[in-house]
């Protein structure tokens, strides 16, 4: 199974700012990664997949990028909406595993 | 609007089966394999399995295998997990999530999701 492993666990950030979350896996997943949103009592969101291209209706101030080990996303403006629990999942192998999270907080 | 609408909120006893449905509305219902996924409380996420509910063919996790079950009635749109001996550590909110088209293989992200389930397993 792979082990997907997130940093930082947790990610202070200001309203307006950028931030930058990152997803390793333990070994080649090629493209094939997802990233999604959770908000506190909230189904998971999926705002990428491919690594890199964006979900219906995701802004654009979303983006991923990566290949096979190392994955990033990338919020570049931060909206207060913004604030909430990332997770990457890795979908090359069976069964496809998630990363622990990233939580994005206020600073 | 596409829609995956779940069941209500279980509180279940040690040993104990629980069956949760997922009914799919706004799109063809057997042309997208249904995943369902656990999140014990203040978790992460943990795939379970997957059930492609045009030929009902299903796979399971190997750490679900032998306690789960999943089967769909096309009538109606809607899949079911049936999780079976139960323990207090599967007290989780479950999701059923729509994957890949049928067409494909069975790995993919997951673009719509149900509002989740709460099993409580408690004595």
């Known amino acids: 199974e792979i082990v997907m492993t997130q940093s930082p666990a947790t990610l202070s950030v200001s309203p307006g700012a950028r931030a930058t979350l990152s997803c390793r896996a333990s070994?080649?997943?090629?493209?094939?990664l997802a990233w999604y949103q959770q908000k506190p009592g909230q189904a998971p969101r999926l705002l990428i997949y491919?690594?890199?291209t964006r979900a219906t209706d995701i802004p654009t101030r979303f983006s991923g990028s990566g290949s096979g080990t190392e994955f990033t996303l990338t919020i570049s403006s931060l909206q207060s909406e913004d604030f909430a629990v990332y997770y990457c999942q890795q979908y090359n192998n069976w069964p496809g595993t998630f990363g622990q999270g990233t939580k994005v907080e206020i600073e | 609007q596409v829609h995956l609408v779940q069941s209500g909120a279980e509180v279940k006893k040690p040993g104990a089966s629980v069956k949760v449905s997922c009914k799919a509305s706004?799109?063809?219902?057997?042309?997208?394999?249904m995943y369902w996924v656990r999140q014990a409380p203040g978790q992460g996420l943990e795939l379970m399995g997957w059930?492609?509910?045009?030929?009902?063919?299903?796979n399971y996790a190997q750490k679900f295998q032998g306690r789960v079950t999943m089967t769909r009635d096309t009538s109606i749109s809607t899949t079911y997990m049936e999780l079976s001996r139960l323990k207090s550590d599967d007290t989780a909110v479950f999701y059923c999530?729509?994957?890949?088209?049928?067409?494909?293989?069975?790995?993919?992200?997951?673009?719509?999701w149900g509002q989740g389930t709460l099993v409580t397993v408690s004595s």
């Open positions: 999530a729509r994957g890949a088209t049928v067409t494909r293989p069975p790995f993919s992200s997951f673009d719509l």
């Open positions: 059930i492609n509910p045009n030929s009902g063919d299903t």
């Open positions: 491919g690594a890199s």
């Open positions: 070994q080649s997943v090629g493209s094939n």
């Open positions: 706004g799109y063809t219902f057997t042309g997208y394999y």
